[in-house]
């Protein structure tokens, strides 16, 4: 017999997965009248907490793509004012007092403020948008923190957020369109590289690659990261800082810096299911739900872009070296994020696997019988050959003389033959999807 199994995402409709066991999964036992039974062996166990009231499933926690900038306040220094005051009056001509990790800060490390809103604009002085993006149950994205929203999840503190080492961008793509793909038409059999970050000066709203034209290198830590250009580690020069002060030896002023990164949101990727709670008549909440479990899925990833992030320079048009920046990533609007990568509809399908499941009541149970249950069959009075329920078929009912009919909704975990009986258990304690 063949099987399919249905089911139902949160976000509707339903998901028919093929067959892919060819042996019957389901089974009825009936035991009313067998005489082999051992009527007092037969046990059911009746236990409501097997069931959940709330099911969260999470993958890995969202990215985003964004470009960040002293100038809009996105980033800050992570260096003390005195410190540079005392830095830019140590004179060029000892660059080896400048050359120590009492200084090293001093206009390479930079970080996200400790009172940042995720406010982002475009690494050159436009608009205010918002990226603090997560899942709500549904697997739908909204913005934390928005206007009504009772969701606490809304609330993401950018102390849970981290600058990533790397962008959710692979190397080779192009996304200017919805679906990106590689520019040379071909498929990548596995995961591409990610790209580092672009590291950019603005130029009257055109940009050049600073790693290029003055060897900036990128180097971050759990929140913030290190912008060194390769001649300052030697000459003691900070060559994008302030160019008013000659003594910097300064090529670019640092408030034209714009960082396009990868930051690590303080939330996953999720979807969640709940029953209906009695006393309030709407879906049991993570916070309400005494009977709740989460799920974890790695390698289901949400990674998301900006609408004004810069994911590359155009190799045509603008001034001198500097170029126009390629922003909207795969679609990305002012209203809604661009998806650099969506693993949410294989969530989708594990969450309704798992929620099909766990939100069912399974009965535990066993019974005995004089024979051997391990053989593929038996025949019975009228001559008629009858299977032998088999280990990891779910039972769908069990009639007995004992109980009324019941649907364990349990498959049978175990047989053991001993002196010639086979004691069949029901249970379902191995059969968790995760932990």
Not at 177 to 187: F, K, L, Q, V
Request: include cysteine; charged fraction near 15%.
């Amino acid at each position: 017999m063949k099987n399919d199994i249905v089911a139902t995402p949160p976000g509707g409709g339903s998901i028919v997965f093929p067959g892919a066991i060819t042996a019957g999964t389901t089974v009825q036992i009936d035991l009313n009248g067998d005489e082999r039974v051992q009527r007092e062996t037969i046990k059911l166990t009746y236990n409501e907490t097997a069931s959940i009231d709330y099911l969260e499933s999470q993958g890995e926690l969202m990215e985003i793509l964004a470009t960040l900038s002293p100038g809009d306040g996105s980033i800050v220094p992570r260096w003390l004012a005195a410190d540079a005051t005392t830095y830019a009056a140590i004179p060029l001509s000892t660059p080896w007092q400048r050359l120590t990790d009492r200084w090293r800060p001093v206009w390479q490390r930079w970080g996200l403020d400790p009172g940042w809103a995720w406010n982002v604009k475009d690494g050159a002085g436009g608009a205010t948008s918002y990226i603090n993006w997560y899942c709500q149950d549904d697997g739908t994205l909204a913005l934390g923190g928005s206007s009504g929203n009772a969701d606490p999840r809304s609330a993401i503190s950018p102390l849970q957020s981290r600058v990533l080492s790397d962008i959710p961008v692979y190397e080779g793509y192009d996304y200017t369109a919805n679906n990106h793909t590689r520019y040379d038409g071909t498929i990548d059999l596995i995961a591409p590289p990610r790209l580092k970050p672009l590291l950019l000066i603005n130029v009257s709203g055109q940009f050049y690659d600073a790693a290029a034209a003055h060897g900036a290198g990128f180097s971050n830590d759990d929140w913030g990261f290190f912008i060194q250009c390769s001649n300052d580690e030697s000459t003691g020069n900070r060559t994008i800082s302030d160019t008013s002060q000659a003594t910097l030896g300064a090529g670019a002023d640092a408030t034209n810096l714009a960082v396009t990164v990868g930051i690590q949101l303080g939330v996953p990727v999720r979807m969640a299911s709940a029953n209906i709670n009695p006393a309030t008549n709407q879906p049991y909440t993570a916070l309400d739900a005494v009977r709740r479990k989460v799920l974890k899925f790695p390698g289901i990833h949400l990674w998301l872009a900006d609408y004004q992030a810069i994911w590359s320079i155009s190799y045509s048009g603008g001034v001198a070296w500097a170029r126009p920046p390629q922003r909207t990533a795969c679609g990305a609007s002012s209203s809604a994020p661009g998806l650099l990568r969506d693993d949410r509809p294989s969530l989708a399908q594990l969450h309704a696997l798992a929620w099909a499941w766990y939100s069912t009541i399974h009965l535990t149970g066993q019974y005995t019988i004089n024979d051997c249950v391990l053989l593929p069959s038996f025949t019975d009075a009228s001559g008629a050959t009858i299977p032998f329920p088999q280990i990891g078929q779910l039972v769908t009912l069990l009639t007995t003389d004992s109980y009324a009919p019941y649907d364990p909704e349990t498959p049978i975990t175990r047989v053991r033959w001993e002196r010639g009986q086979s004691t069949v258990v029901l249970d379902w304690n191995d059969l968790d999807l995760a932990a």
